[in-house]
T-cell receptor, first 114, second 113 residues
Framework: ETGVTQTPRHLVMGMTNKKSLKCEQH?????MYWYKQSAKKPLELMFV???????ENNSVPSRFSPECPNSSHLFLHLHTLQPEDSALYLC?????????????FGSGTRLTVV | QQQVKQSPQSLIVQKGGISIINCAYE??????FPWYQQFPGKGPALLIA?????SEKKEGRFTISFNKSAKQFSLHIMDSQPGDSATYFC????????????FGEGTQLTVNP
């Protein structure tokens, strides 16, 4: 186990549904991230949280809503998604926000929007 | 705008051969260059990283070569093994952006037995 746990592993949802992705890290890290991974495209940074405070929103549509209640948990609330939002959503954490802090990624949630 | 360009998109190597994956970057402010390895069904994992003050870093069978003037860096996997079959991502970061990483598109490596 990598220390970063994401649930669910797979999710199929309709365009009118509301669902949430959950990420939990057991590493004592202070920074958490959401990335979107689509086929043959670079990983796209979505949101960054540092000590529970959002420090970056990379122009993500409002149908994606992050929540970070504490440094160990991160959620991504989804509503009114589009088929092009289908992708692997990865959560990551790091000890801090200096460049020497490598990311630890979770295994991701494979999202399919129908 | 793609700031880190990676090639090739896919690579097939025979067991025992050398795998070479290349990346080029645009932003000269980048000062940290990690490589991540991703197996199917798993998230990427940090493999090896380099800073621009050195031209090469080696860890076991994995070597990063860095050419600052050309704004290029590459991953060499010596004596490639079937267990190395995975997707490899290069990335870049700069001190002023904290640990925010910009990733390349990824290279799917297959090592045939």
């Amino acid at each position: 186990e990598t220390g970063v746990t994401q649930t669910p592993r797979h999710l199929v949802m309709g365009m009118t549904n509301k669902k949430s992705l959950k990420c939990e890290q057991h590493l004592g890290h202070n920074a958490m991230y959401w990335y979107k991974q689509s086929a043959k495209k670079p990983l796209e940074l979505m949101f960054v949280y540092n000590f529970k405070e959002q420090t970056e929103n990379n122009s993500v549509p409002s149908r994606f809503s992050p929540e970070c209640p504490n440094s160990s948990h991160l959620f991504l609330h989804l509503h009114t998604l589009q088929p092009e939002d289908s992708a692997l959503y990865l959560c990551a954490s790091s000890q801090g926000q200096g460049i020497d802090y490598g990311y630890t990624f979770g295994s991701g949630t494979r999202l399919t929007v129908v | 705008q793609q700031q880190v360009k990676q090639s090739p998109q896919s690579l097939i190597v025979q067991k025992g051969g050398i795998s070479i994956i290349n990346c080029a970057y645009e932003n000269t402010a980048f000062d940290y260059f990690p490589w991540y390895q991703q197996f199917p069904g798993k998230g990427p994992a940090l493999l090896i990283a380099i800073r621009p003050d050195v031209s090469e870093k080696k860890e076991g069978r994995f070597t990063i070569s860095f050419n600052k003037s050309a704004k290029q860096f590459s991953l060499h996997i010596m004596d490639s093994q079937p267990g190395d079959s995975a997707t490899y991502f290069c990335a870049a970061s700069m001190e002023t952006s904290g640990s925010r990483l910009t990733f390349g598109e990824g290279t799917q490596l297959t090592v045939n037995p």
